[in-house]
């Protein structure tokens, strides 16, 4: 069964954990083009959020929609097939090479990985070290083969939770480049980053959240760090 969506909703959202409510009725609509840049200081319920867009958190209450669906068990693993995540466990095997991690992703995709794993390489900028040991590898090169192992399969929906750690100018330059074109080609790009610098000309939209609330829902204009700070306070 395959599912996919152009547009992705979160309707009235809130995550418990015990006493602590994380996320409060939190309403967001993203769409295919849309590179949604998801802003608030720590604690505030970025990483929550992301986890219930990745169908990896349920909601206390309230519903995310996939194109109009939910993620119910029937229908969960197609719409997952969808999704590519970048979170903060990079989900890569230290003791396999950069190749040998994409060609074991790519497998339980169903991917050609002989067409795909050189073409991933090469974007991660790691064709020359394909065949080492990735725990040899700096953070900033596991975070390029983390990202290139989420975008094997095409997803429609990309989450990314602080995409930009342990990156340098250059390589935080080619991963903001990778996911404009993503959004070009038709994916909704979620980024969750308190890096203010680098949403700047990246995002098409801000949305900001504090206190496990979205306080605001903008399309993304110059001068992101002051709107933010008008909301949040100094960044």
């Known amino acids: 069964m395959t599912a996919d969506f152009s547009r992705v909703e979160l309707a009235d959202v809130s995550r418990n954990f015990g006493r602590r409510r ?4 939190v309403s967001l609509v993203a769409e295919a083009g849309d590179i949604v840049g998801l802003l608030g200081p720590n604690g505030a319920g970025k990483s929550t959020l992301i986890g219930m867009l990745a169908t990896l958190v349920t909601p206390t209450s ?3 929609l996939y194109g109009g669906r939910k993620a119910a068990a029937q229908d969960a693993a197609a719409i997952r097939s969808r999704i590519g995540l970048l979170a903060h466990e990079l989900h890569l095997y230290p003791e396999l090479s950069a190749r040998q991690n994409l060609e074991f992703f790519g497998r339980l995709y169903g991917l050609d ?3 795909v794993v050189p073409a991933a390489l ?7 070290r394909a065949d080492d040991a990735v725990q ?16 094997l399969h095409g997803p429609r929906l990309m989450l990314l939770d602080e995409p930009f750690t342990g990156l340098d100018d250059s390589a ?14 038709g994916a909704i790009v979620v980024v969750a980053t308190h890096d ?3 949403a700047e000309g990246l995002v098409t939209r801000v949305a900001v959240v504090r206190n496990g609330r979205l306080i605001s829902d903008v399309p993304a204009t110059a001068g992101i760090r ?3 700070r008008t909301l949040v306070g100094n960044a």
């Open 22 to 25: 994380a996320v409060s009725r």
């Open 62 to 64: 309230g519903v995310v």
């Open 113 to 115: 990985v002989v067409s």
């Open 122 to 128: 090469e974007a991660a900028g790691l064709t020359d």
């Open 136 to 151: 040899t590898f700096s953070r900033g090169m596991r975070q390029r083969l983390a990202l290139e192992r989420s975008l």
């Open 172 to 185: 935080a330059q080619i991963v903001g480049d990778r996911l404009k074109r993503r959004a070009a080609d």
């Open 196 to 198: 203010l610098d680098l």
């Open 226 to 228: 002051q709107q933010y």
